[in-house]
């Protein structure tokens, strides 16, 4: 005789082969169950457990426990595949080890593709990973606010068949849950931090590639507006991976500069394109924050051994990271959370000495 747990296991499939429950279907409840079998509730979330090796099954709060249909075979490798443009840069590495620690508790160990801000070598890097058997991939695509349902790389994850999860952006056309930082708050935040610091000339450098950049700008035009101060497009510098070599920090910090009005405070993608313009100040004899305030976004290390101190927002990198890592192992569990979800973080401004009041 077949232990209880595996005849209810044994109930419950011919249930679903006989078409009495289909996909997207709540499974009978735990208390039905077990009346209806005459075991113990334990023994039906033993069956259920059983059932998760074949079927998609996934508990989901008011509804109960919903049928997803059969498991897609394959290679069972235990890895997340992790696409970025950098492995190596500003946020990154802390971001990595995050998600990699927990990966690495949860059962999975992590396949690492740096895109290097090719697009071809992005795409590639997924069709490795998915022909290997991932069963997931985590992706933070280079060119985030230009990525559309024709895109090829949003395609390809689409017809995936593994969950996805994007980092740092919303990929709308995208299949994907998503962990970021809210970044047009950030934009509003800078501007509200300066303005309280008597500023009314504010420049921004944003980077375009990623959806983070236009964002942020976005967000600081429309807290100018608020505050009764018309923004000036001249005081805008937007910038793309292909301005990298132009030394975007010195480049557009010189431009913005050379205007008949130049702005007393600056607004930088992030820490690295500020901590660029810190070298540039230094030749031209321009002292933060008595001629020139700046504020960024990251908090990486280097940003706190500036002199000054860098005023800029704590990204969460290494939280993020394990995030990342929770929400898809949440989808890989044996109760599968499957539907598409979003976490947007706020990060804390870390106020240092590179903004003070514009001199009169």
């Not at 259920?48 to 008011?62: F, K, N, P, V």
């Not at 959806?211 to 000036?232: N, S, W």
């Not at 992030?270 to 002292?287: K, M, S, T, V």
């Not at 960024?296 to 706190?304: H, K, L, V």
Request: aromatic share 8%; hydrophobic share 35%.
């Amino acid at each position: 005789m077949a232990p209880k747990h595996q005849e209810a296991r044994d109930y419950i499939e011919q249930l679903i082969q006989q078409g009495d429950i289909k996909e997207g279907d709540a499974l009978p409840g735990e208390v039905e169950l077990s009346k209806k079998l005459d075991v113990s509730r334990n023994t039906i979330r033993h069956a259920l457990d059983l059932l998760s090796e074949r079927y998609r099954i996934e508990r989901t709060r008011g509804r109960g426990t919903i049928f997803q249909g059969e498991r897609v075979e394959t290679s069972g490798t235990k890895a997340i595949g992790f696409i970025n443009s950098s492995l190596i840069y500003t946020i990154y590495p802390e971001m990595v080890h995050g998600l990699e620690e927990g990966l690495f508790h949860g059962g999975y160990s992590m396949i690492l593709a740096n895109g290097n801000y090719d697009p071809e070598k992005e795409r590639e890097s997924a069709r490795r990973m998915l022909s290997q058997g991932v069963a997931g991939i985590i992706a933070e695509p280079m060119i985030s606010a230009r990525l559309t349902a024709e895109s090829e790389f949003v395609q390809l994850l689409n017809r995936s068949g593994v969950p996805v999860l994007t980092t740092n952006c919303i990929v709308t056309d995208l299949k994907a849950s998503y962990i970021t930082v809210d970044d047009y708050w950030i934009g509003r935040e800078a501007a509200t931090y300066l303005l309280s610091n008597n500023h009314r000339r504010i420049g921004c450098i944003y980077k375009t590639d990623p959806q983070a950049g236009p964002l942020r700008a976005q967000g600081l035009r429309d807290r100018l507006k608020e505050a009764g101060i018309t923004p000036d497009e001249r005081l805008f510098k937007p910038y793309t991976q292909e301005h990298e070599e132009l030394v975007p920090g010195v480049w557009f910090t010189k431009e913005l500069l050379e205007l008949s009005e130049p702005p007393t405070a600056i607004f930088y993608f992030n820490d690295q394109i500020a901590l660029q313009a810190y070298d540039f100040f230094r030749e031209e004899g321009i002292r933060i924050p008595e001629d020139l305030s700046v504020i960024a976004m990251d908090n990486i290390a280097d940003a706190e051994r500036s002199m000054p101190g860098l005023s800029t927002f704590n990204h969460p990198k290494e939280l993020l990271g394990k995030l990342a890592a929770e929400m898809m192992l949440n989808q890989l569990g044996p109760y599968p959370e499957r539907s598409q979800y979003g976490v947007t973080l706020r990060p804390p401004l870390v106020r240092r000495g590179s903004v003070a009041a514009p001199k009169a």
